[in-house]
């Protein structure tokens, strides 16, 4: 333990972004501290503080990069339980627009599984940590800082259950992690600061979930089957089996208020009006294990901390609670792995750790997989906001890289190692992966030959 940074850090939530930051303090800190509203020990389904935990979720290959290193061996103990793990390329099954894009192997490595569990492997490899302790009941009621009001000195809590009395608990570092409800722009305002700037795009998303057992396997070697909605087929799906070996976890997606519906005749009328049948197929005859949930996603929201010119010392925003992204594009969880290993390189600078520093840093990791998802959701006419030049050239230019991905494994492993966070969005204008899109459309036409349905 290098114990240079304080005595106590207090971690603010403790979804996906919250326990990664507590692994990475643990080594900074003497006593690390999650507060969080719901049970978390022994916590094995989706929990009411992470409403979208119900729904599909892809550790997609960057993220599992990190995690692996922070966790060594995570992999290998999630396989060993049932978590399906494969090839991103060649262990998926990618649709779009209803045609599959040429498989390979991409080397890269994705996990598929509900959420609550893989946040369950997460937090029992933190719960082994000696020296991090969950404080869970707990809601979290303000700021406690010094009178000049320029420290966080910690946190005034309260249980949970009716009667609970506030306490302060006292930290050298507070780390807000709470997810997009974040309440700290409210917080600095109280304090005399500024709340950060935002950048918002409407999505108006809705996921609606719901398990099945089948009949027969109709996975095989996969470890997903998706069709992915895009602005010219804008409905989606994403499934896949569970650890169980005997659940599948299918989670429809619709956006400007296209919600997959939560009736048993309006959710499988969803399913046949998707571009490819065949999730259809699986589904109509097979038994469902519980009924449609909805979750709503109305905008990407990122909050610029990096441009505020003061900030309290002894404070720190991570996760969502920075930059809340589409879920639609498995972004989320990666990037809280990318900022806990910036944590960890800032907590190591002798001189201290300074928001200013963190905040601009994260926010250069931020941008790249904002700018995905950003361009992206801009390519639906219906999304507000305002469209450049070249904004508009990328969303000329990704329908061509997808169908040239249907005849190509090169141009579909560069798309999904972009969609991986491995690579930059603009490496698929490099002169390599343009000129195979262009060579591949040239051959074929812009129209990808017809995609026959998995067996």
């Given at each position: 333990m290098l114990n240079q940074a304080g005595e106590r850090a207090v971690v603010l939530g403790g979804g996906m972004a919250g326990l990664l930051a507590a692994r990475v303090l643990s080594d900074a800190y003497a006593d690390v501290?999650?507060?969080?509203?719901?049970d978390l020990s022994g916590a094995t389904g989706a929990r009411s503080g992470v409403p979208h935990g119900r729904h599909a979720h892809c550790l997609v290959a960057r993220g599992h990069q990190i995690y692996e290193e922070l966790f060594p061996g995570l992999t290998r103990g999630m396989s060993d339980t049932g978590v399906t793990l494969g090839d991103f390329n060649g262990g998926i099954q990618w649709n779009f627009n209803g045609h599959r894009l040429a498989p390979s192997e991409s080397g890269l490595m994705c996990v598929s599984s509900g959420r609550p569990v893989l946040e369950q492997h997460v937090r029992q490899r933190v719960q082994a940590i000696p020296n991090v302790r969950f404080l869970e009941r707990h809601d979290i009621v303000s700021l406690e800082t010094t009178p000049d009001k320029k420290r966080v000195t910690g946190v005034r809590i309260q249980r949970s259950e009716q009667g609970g009395q506030p306490e302060v608990l006292l930290a050298d570092l507070v780390l807000d992690i709470t997810g997009r409800g974040s309440r700290m722009p409210a917080w600095l305002r109280e304090l005399g600061y500024e709340a950060p700037p935002e950048d918002k795009i409407k999505v108006d998303l809705a996921y609606t979930t719901r398990h099945y057992r089948l009949k027969r396997d109709r996975f095989g070697t996969s470890i997903a089957i998706n069709q992915a909605g895009t602005p010219a087929s804008p409905r989606g799906v994403f499934c896949y089996p569970l650890p169980d070996g005997e659940t599948v976890e299918l989670s429809l997606t619709g956006v400007l208020g296209d919600y997959p519906p939560t009736d048993h005749e309006g959710f499988l009328a969803y399913i046949k009006s998707l571009p490819l049948p065949f999730h259809y197929e699986y589904v109509k005859d097979a038994e469902p294990v519980d009924e449609p949930v909805r979750f709503k996603f109305p905008a990407s929201v990122w909050r610029h901390y990096e441009q505020l010119t003061r900030f309290p010392d002894?404070?720190?925003?991570?996760?969502?609670?920075?930059c809340s992204f589409n879920?639609?594009?498995?972004?989320?969880?990666?990037?809280?792995?990318?900022?806990?290993?910036?944590?960890?390189?800032?907590?190591?600078?002798?001189?201290?750790?300074?928001?200013?520093?963190?905040?601009?840093?994260?926010?250069?990791?931020?941008?790249?997989?904002?700018?995905?998802?950003?361009?992206?959701?801009?390519?639906?006419?219906?999304?507000?906001?305002?469209?450049?030049?070249?904004?508009?050239?990328?969303?000329?230019?990704?329908?061509?890289?997808?169908?040239?991905?249907?005849?190509d494994p090169v141009v579909t492993d560069a798309f999904l190692r972009v969609a991986g966070l491995v690579e930059d969005p603009m490496s698929l204008m490099s002169p390599a992966i343009a000129g195979r899109v262009g060579r591949v459309l040239q051959q074929f036409g812009r129209r990808p030959a017809s995609t026959p349905a998995p067996a």
């Open positions: 501290v999650i507060v969080d509203r719901d002894g404070l720190l925003v991570m996760g969502d609670a920075v879920p639609v594009y498995a972004q989320g969880m990666t990037v809280a792995g990318m900022e806990a290993l910036t944590l960890r390189n800032h907590l190591q600078n002798p001189a201290g750790l300074n928001a200013t520093a963190f905040f601009g840093e994260i926010a250069g990791q931020i941008a790249s997989p904002w700018q995905f998802s950003a361009i992206a959701d801009l390519g639906y006419p219906g999304v507000e906001g305002q469209r450049n030049d070249q904004i508009n050239l990328v969303n000329q230019y990704i329908p061509k890289v997808l169908a040239a991905a249907t005849q």
